[in-house]
């Protein structure tokens, strides 16, 4: 496919400062010891380290666009509704590329060079997966070794681990113990909820025999998982999830705790409590005995690891429910936090919290991504740490002490009564946010003098802050039609990759202006809903979403609407950005725009990128258009696009396979894997 010229090279900001800088930074890339061979992609994120980053170049700026297809793989062959929830970034391991697909998460080993499918392993159907809320959000396999023997680990939307030999997709034999259900082979599995109930005091009041098919009882919670597990050394540490927060309606749920199993035969070893119990780190911030009943604490976004050092890396999501944390006051450890833990022992090495007492859906949704950094001629081994929020928060990944000054900030309190809001909040002093925080009148729409004061009269009417603004219930008395939130950060399906080798961060970001309200608890309750557990209806519950709507058509904020930043994490400087996607239409067509330069604008849709040799890989969102963009990632010039046969979506990822580089691109309308490649 030629390259095409749909827009001209972008030449960013600060291009001297980014080129001034880059000449200083370290080059650590071949010191680290990431676990991932040269030209492979181990893990979901590329490597233990979770960098989204490959050292391969044969693609470079001046051959990119002659890239080609090579092969397409049809993921909705395994299931429907795929490409609305295909999120598997596939890995390549030793000559074979394995993803999962569909809702039944079938495991599929392919052909690197022609997209043929060598095996596949679909499990069992049971009612637990009939009812889980996550079955098409597997986003990978897992890899280790037995023996020198490669296997593939996955997790099931039932919960149940599998080992799969990852030659021939056969179970491990003498790994975990029989599942006593029809169909499930008779070793080479472990079912996770017998250890995630063991010693938790409502399944044991519950007092009733275990059902290996149904699973929970859903009067105490439901569990399932969407990330693969990460294998560290010897331990293979497992994760979880739960239905999204503003769904729920009810108090009770399982905690997801962190569970640890042996590598080569499955054995149980360690599990760590995501709700601290009595005596243990972090019990005091449950107020009001809530970390008895309370759940949802989980690690549905992947992990990451530093396998010299044994510790791994735990991103965690609010306790049950969002927007209402009345009934579980305190700053609830270890919701939306980051947790280092002793892979062999899940000894607590060091924890952080990034939202108190969470109450804004805030979750992790980004692997924690570990770098060696060069801070004022100080070697530091950190990790970073994106969010939703836009914040980043960079520690030193052995003591967890904040690279930057981390400062705790009054927040704006709830008025709705039977709630409790925290007092303060973690803001980082470095780097800067990715996007501002609240809508001071400098950012405020001013195209023309008429869209400048409409948009003023309308920001009037609401309390406009950053993104800890708790939300209103109806019979407020504030004064103001809502509370307002406006900040910018990335989620899930749009994940940050940092290359390893110059300690920069690449990050999409897009402000958003947002609002809401929360209602009668008993009043939005529906007993038949099968995405609310538990028994207990919590006073309030969430509500109506709002916003400030729009001015003319165009959002009440400044340009840029959406953008893909560079950030040098040794120095903690925003290099430069460029915007992501073309202006949106309303724009263009918009008559007092005619003449204006929207060339910086940005579509409004967040990017997936990842990093290979000297070129930052971005497509341009799941409502963009159908091409693949390349970009020196020393100054984000624009090197090259070409054309996908739709648009890219979650999964992108690299491998060197017989000589040849591969481009693999997730696309949907129908879920595919498309993969490029040089001619020849």
């Keep these: 496919m030629p390259s095409s010229s749909r827009r001209p090279s972008r030449l960013p900001q600060s291009l001297a400062l980014a080129l001034a800088v880059l000449l200083t930074v370290p080059q650590f890339a071949r010191a680290q010891d990431r676990a991932n061979p040269y030209g492979e992609w181990r893990f979901q994120s590329a490597d233990s380290w979770g960098t989204r980053y490959s050292p391969v170049d044969q693609i470079n700026a001046n051959n990119f666009g002659d890239l080609e297809v090579a092969w397409v793989w049809q993921a909705n062959n395994y299931g429907p509704e795929v490409d609305y929830q295909f999120k598997s970034t596939p890995t390549y391991i030793d000559g074979i590329l394995y993803t999962v697909a569909g809702q039944r998460r079938t495991v599929a080993a392919i052909d690197p060079a022609t997209g043929e499918t060598l095996w596949t392993y679909r499990e069992p159907n049971t009612t637990r997966w009939e009812r889980s809320m996550r079955q098409n959000y597997g986003k990978g396999v897992a890899y280790g070794e037995i023996d020198g023997r490669g296997v593939i680990f996955y997790t099931s939307p039932a919960f149940f681990l599998h080992a799969l030999d990852a030659k021939t997709g056969r179970h491990i034999e003498g790994f975990g113990a029989r599942v006593p259900l029809e169909g499930f082979p008779q070793t080479g599995v472990v079912d996770l909820l017998v250890d995630l109930l063991d010693d938790w005091a409502p399944w044991e009041a519950w007092d009733q025999p275990y059902d290996p098919d149904f699973g929970i009882p859903r009067e105490l919670g439901f569990i399932t998982t969407s990330s693969p597990p990460i294998v560290v050394n010897g331990t293979v540490v497992v994760g979880n999830s739960a239905e999204q927060g503003y769904n729920q309606t009810r108090i009770e749920n399982v905690p997801g705790d962190i569970l640890a199993y042996d590598v080569s035969t499955g054995d149980f070893k360690w599990k760590f409590h995501v709700i601290p ?8 911030t449950w107020l009001n005995d809530a970390w008895q009943t309370t759940g949802d604490v989980s690690s549905w976004a992947p992990m990451s690891a530093d396998q010299e050092r044994g510790i791994v890396y735990i991103p965690t999501n609010p306790p049950t429910i969002d ?3 009345g009934f579980r006051p305190g700053n609830n450890l270890f919701g939306t936090s980051v947790i280092a833990l002793n892979a062999e022992t899940g000894e607590r090495v060091w924890h952080f919290q990034t939202v108190h007492n969470d109450q804004w859906n805030y979750d992790i949704p980004n692997v924690p991504i570990i770098v060696d950094l060069d801070v004022d001629g100080r070697a530091v081994s950190a990790v970073v740490q994106t969010s939703k929020t836009g914040m980043i928060y960079a520690f030193d990944r052995e003591s967890g002490e904040p690279i930057w000054p981390i400062e705790e900030k009054p927040v704006v309190q709830t008025v709705v009564p039977g709630n409790w809001t925290a007092e303060t909040q973690p803001i980082p002093t470095r780097p800067e946010s990715a996007e501002p925080f609240g809508l001071p009148e400098k950012d405020v729409i001013d195209f023309t003098p008429e869209m400048h004061a409409e948009a003023l009269e309308i920001i009037s009417r609401y309390q406009v802050g950053g993104p800890f ?22 989620n899930i399906t749009n994940p940050a990759t940092l290359d390893p080798s110059t300690g920069i961060l690449y990050m999409a970001s897009a402000r958003r202006c947002s609002g809401g309200s929360v209602a009668v608890g008993i009043e939005a309750d529906d007993p038949a809903n099968p995405r609310t557990t538990g028994t207990t209806i919590s006073q309030w519950v969430a509500g109506p979403g709002g916003g400030m709507g729009t001015v003319q058509g165009l959002p009440i904020h400044k340009p840029p609407y959406s953008r893909l930043s560079a950030f040098d994490m040794n120095t903690g400087e925003r290099l430069w950005w460029i915007p992501v996607g073309d202006a949106p239409q309303a724009a263009r067509d918009h008559p007092a725009l005619q003449d204006a330069d929207l060339s910086r604008m940005g579509s409004g849709a967040l990017s997936i990128q990842m990093v290979a040799g000297d070129l930052l890989y971005a497509t341009e969102g799941s409502s963009g258009p159908a091409v693949l963009n390349a970009f020196d990632k020393r100054t984000g010039m624009q090197v090259g696009e070409v054309e996908l046969p739709s648009p890219g979506q979650y999964g992108m990822m690299t491998y060197m396979h017989e000589g040849q580089q591969h481009v693999v691109v997730q696309v949907g309308r129908p879920g595919r894997l498309v993969a490029l490649r040089l001619p020849g």
């Design 323 to 325: 927007y209402f944390g």
């Design 469 to 490: 603004m708790p939300r209103l219930y109806d019979d407020h008395s504030t004064g103001f039609e809502d509370n307002i939130r406006c900040y910018g950060g990335l």
């Design 277 to 284: 119990r009595p005596g243990e780190v972090g019990h005091e």
